[in-house]
């Protein structure tokens, strides 16, 4: 099979055969139809993220087909189409797990990062982190709703019932999270980088009521804001937008160092708070809701042998939505 590795941070991937991977216990070989590219995936090749198992096959957004149930696999049968989110294993039996909150156990490994994940033709995964996807989408088009999806979902609960919602940095979790927040007849601002057009005409067009810099103050103040950008001195001008009572969600696994800041933009019982990983239920709720909305999702396929031009154009904000990678025979 052919697949694309990191063999060390802050290279570009390079293209390998062999083998396909052998299901263990629990496990299932999927072959992989398509699988998005995350900003997780750029700070796992930059060496953000620092413990990676290595050399690794990034991609968690992964949708694929069963093509091997290994002992033990009696949830799915071969020929059957699921998605692969980043949460690739937790432990089962720590305080977090038991209470629901696997998605903070010390001892979870993750898809793409200590796990090879999707950017290849064939991936293994453990079933019980493996789900069913609805019928309404394709397969490149199932993709970012594994990440963008599941993460910006929880991230959007975790900013509570906020009339007014800020989405800073329009990717693709925003794109999906702006039409949930819509639809449930919240009122959406988006900031963009300064001067990114497209990205704000894209917002606006997606049922956003205000569009603009995320430099630029919006036309009132806002109840929550969700910073999807890994972008520290973002935190201090979202506080300054929210109103009395606001919070304001870092939904990222990465930031940029955030600049001090006066202790009144905090006063008035803001909040701030971070938003890690994903639990099962996370994926249960989202995969449900999303063809209700209907969340419709934008992509942009690449070959799989492109994944270095698709990291690049995230990086550099050229994506309207998400990327998608496609293995070679499956139609891009
Ligand atoms: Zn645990
Ligand atoms: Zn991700």
Redesign the pocket.
């Known amino acids: 099979m052919h697949a694309m590795i990191l063999e060390k941070p802050r290279s570009a991937l390079i293209e390998v055969q062999r083998p396909p991977p052998q299901p263990g216990p629990e496990q299932v070989l999927i072959k992989v139809a398509a699988c998005g590219v ?1 900003r ?1 995936d750029l700070h796992v090749v930059d060496g953000d993220l620092t413990e990676p198992k290595l050399p690794i096959v990034p991609g ?2 992964i949708v694929g087909r069963v093509a091997v149930c290994g002992e033990g696999v009696e949830r799915f049968h071969e020929g059957q189409r699921v998605g692969i989110p ?1 949460l690739g294993w937790s432990c089962g039996i720590c305080k977090y797990c038991r209470t629901g909150r696997e998605n903070l156990c010390a001892k979870a490994r993750y898809t793409g990062y200590q796990i090879d994940g999707g950017y290849a033709d064939y991936t293994v995964a453990d079933h019980r982190y493996c789900f069913p996807l609805p019928d309404d989408y394709t397969d490149a088009e199932a993709a970012p709703l594994l ?1 963008a999806g599941l ?1 910006g979902h929880r991230s959007y609960r975790m900013a509570g019932d906020a009339e007014r919602l800020g989405l800073y940095g329009f990717g693709a979790a925003a794109h999906i999270i702006a039409q949930v927040a819509v639809h449930e007849g919240r009122r959406v601002f988006a900031f963009t980088r300064p001067g990114d057009r497209d990205a704000q005409d894209f917002a606006l067009e997606l049922g956003a009521e205000w569009a603009g810099s995320s430099e630029a103050s919006p036309p009132e103040e806002m109840d929550a804001a969700i910073i999807f950008a890994p972008v520290g001195s973002l935190l201090p001008t979202a506080l300054r937008a929210v109103a009395r009572g606001g919070t304001v969600v870092c939904a990222g696994i990465h930031m940029s160092d955030i600049p001090s800041f006066p202790y009144r933009i905090l006063w008035e019982e803001r909040s701030v708070r971070s938003v890690a990983n994903l639990t099962r239920r996370d994926a249960e709720e989202f995969l449900a809701l999303a063809p209700k909305v209907p969340v419709n999702t934008h992509v942009q396929r690449y070959q799989l042998h492109r994944a270095n031009e698709a990291l690049e154009a995230l990086r550099h904000g050229r994506l309207r939505g998400a990327a998608v990678l496609i293995p070679q025979g499956q139609g891009v």
Request: overall charge negative.
């Open positions: 995350c997780t968690h957004e980043w990440c993460i």
